[in-house]
Nanobody, 124 residues
Framework: QVQLVESGGGLVQAGGSLRLSCAAS????????MAWFRQAPEKEREFVAA????????YYADSVKERFTISRDNAKNTLYLQMNSLKPDDTAVYYC?????????????????WGQGTQVTVSS
């Protein structure tokens, strides 16, 4: 029943930055762990970052540590992903996801709700 809508994707050159947003419906956003996943063509969906319901705990994939920052604004029902020092390997469709049980998990199977995705393309 939760609806998630990603935005902020686009085309950038290597070394550039983008900030993705995920707007959530309803009044239960603050009780959910949230995460970003990405999927490149002909590859499996992979974990990017996750954040606990209050924002106090965050996890990152090794491939994005020190470059990406996940955050949330519960008053606005919005999740963010700040992406800096982008590389061509970051090119993918980025999806936000919500977990009702606040597990802050790194696997797809633990998330209940998904957005439709936003395309990020990094040129070399």
């Amino acid at each position: 029943q939760v609806q998630l809508v990603e935005s902020g994707g686009g085309l950038v050159q290597a070394g550039g930055s983008l900030r993705l947003s995920c707007a959530a419906s309803g009044r239960t956003f603050s009780s959910y762990a949230m995460a970003w996943f990405r999927q490149a063509p002909e590859k499996e969906r992979e974990f990017v970052a996750a954040i606990s319901r209050t924002g106090g705990i965050t996890y990152y994939a090794d491939s994005v540590k020190e470059r990406f920052t996940i955050s949330r604004d519960n008053a606005k029902n919005t999740l963010y992903l700040q992406m800096n020092s982008l590389k061509p390997d970051d090119t993918a469709v980025y999806y936000c996801a919500a977990d009702r049980f606040n597990r802050v998990a790194t696997e797809v199977r633990w998330y209940d709700y998904w957005g439709q995705g936003t395309q990020v393309t990094v040129s070399s």
